[in-house]
């Protein structure tokens, strides 16, 4: 019986699969319904587009080739075959056999002898002779006036207020400085130490000394017989004597009706 795929059989000569592959190709069949791309939905969808685009982009885009044709044809008529040679040709005619010639000409025997004779005339005329000037009326003479007289007067005049400023700080220091430090180390400072010492010794301590010795007793002791003498019989008669005697007052003007409630 000769070999045919559809029953599974392997062809002659190939082992048989394993169990689980010929489960697995049983467990998962082919596909029978439609490729994806080919459903009812896919084709409702498609002709309409296909519709629309037949009529709206199929038109312009015909036209924007004839545009394209258009424009090619106008460049080749106009610019290839007409304006390009045209404007060559003037080039040549104009740039390229008459004006660079005569510049050229222009700039080689006119313009460039012209500015190398103002050149001879400036350098040779102008510049040197400025320059041998200032170098001899001024360079030089400035030079020699700096090397031998305004160096060594500077130098003199900067020697000049060194000794002055050393001589100034000498006698500022011996005659004012030293006798001052002097004054005030032995003399100054000794009178107010001393007065320190003093006002300490005779001001300070005796009034700390009366102060808490003195008057803060006699001061507690007044203020306890103000309170004894004073305050306490001032508060037992306002207690004892003049409210009775307000609230009796009270009472007898509330019975004649004089007073408020």
Not at 128 to 157: D, Q, S
Not at 201 to 207: E, N, Q, R
Not at 211 to 235: D, F, S
Request: aromatic share 12%; net charge positive; hydrophobic share 55%.
């Amino acid at each position: 019986m000769p070999w045919e795929p559809s029953r599974g059989n392997p062809p002659p000569g190939r082992p048989e699969p394993p169990a689980w592959q010929q489960h697995a190709d049983h467990a998962y069949p082919p596909r029978t319904g439609p490729e994806p791309g080919e459903g009812c939905l896919y084709a409702v969808v498609r002709w309409p587009a296909r519709i629309i685009a037949l009529i709206i982009v199929v038109p312009l885009r015909l036209l924007w080739e004839l545009v394209r044709l258009i424009g090619r044809g106008i460049k080749f008529l106009f610019w290839d075959w007409f304006l390009h040679p045209i404007l060559r040709g003037l080039k040549k005619l104009l740039w390229d056999w008459f004006l660079y010639p005569v510049l050229s000409f222009v700039g080689r025997y006119i313009l460039v002898p012209i500015a190398n004779a103002l050149a001879w005339v400036v350098t040779r005329l102008i510049h040197r002779p400025l320059a041998f000037l200032f170098r001899c009326l001024l360079l030089v003479p400035g030079a020699w006036l700096w090397r031998h007289v305004l160096r060594p007067i500077g130098r003199a005049t900067l020697l000049a207020l060194r000794f002055a400023w050393d001589v100034s700080t000498a006698v500022l220091n011996v005659l004012i400085i030293r006798p001052l430090s002097w004054v005030w180390r032995a003399v100054l400072v000794p009178i107010g130490r001393g007065i320190a010492v003093v006002w300490r010794h005779l001001v300070v301590l005796p009034v700390a000394w009366a102060w808490r010795n003195v008057l803060t007793p006699i001061g507690r002791a007044i203020r306890a017989v103000w309170r004894v003498l004073v305050v306490a019989p001032c508060r037992w008669v306002g207690r004892a004597v003049l409210r009775p005697i307000g609230r009796a007052t009270a009472e007898v003007l509330r019975a004649l009706g004089i007073g408020g409630r």
